[in-house]
């Protein structure tokens, strides 16, 4: 059995903007404070999940480089030297499922809001709305710096 098997299990979700990377950064500070470690979670979906056509099929998508380019992401903002364990997880699906699903058993789920103009800022994402409507764990919300 692993040491950090009992540790505590902080799930965070990125995905590429500044709000995801805030919450990762955040998620990290928890970890140290509280001797978890941290489960870095990305989703995606196919491009058939979107518009009211038939099924597409993106042949040129490839799922060892999206994991490379998720792992590079987590690199760049984090940088090489993690003061707690990382553990990348990119995962197909609908992001609001894969946080829902991740955060089972976890102490928190921290998720990025987001917002772009001076009236969305003050509302939140439709991923953050629902991981804090549904989630099995507390949910903390962060905001991009």
């Known amino acids: 059995m692993d040491a950090n098997d009992s540790a505590p299990r902080i799930v965070v979700g990125v995905d590429g903007s500044p709000s995801s990377y805030a919450a990762l950064r955040w998620a990290i500070r ?43 992401e ?32 976890a102490e928190v789920l921290v998720v990025g809001s987001h917002g772009h103009s001076s009236f969305t800022r003050a509302l939140l994402g439709s991923v953050s709305t629902r991981c804090a409507q549904h989630a099995t764990c507390p949910v903390v919300i962060v905001r991009p710096q």
């Open 74 to 105: 987590l690199d760049e903002v984090l940088g090489p030297d993690r003061p707690v364990e990382v553990r990348e997880r990119l995962v197909l699906g609908d992001p609001s499922d894969v946080l829902l699903k991740a955060a089972r058993g």
């Open 30 to 72: 928890h970890a140290t404070l509280t001797g978890g470690v941290v489960d870095a979670v990305g989703a995606w979906e196919p491009p058939s999940h979107y518009g009211w056509s038939a099924p597409v099929v993106d042949t040129s998508f490839d799922e060892n480089l999206a994991q490379q380019r998720f792992a590079d």
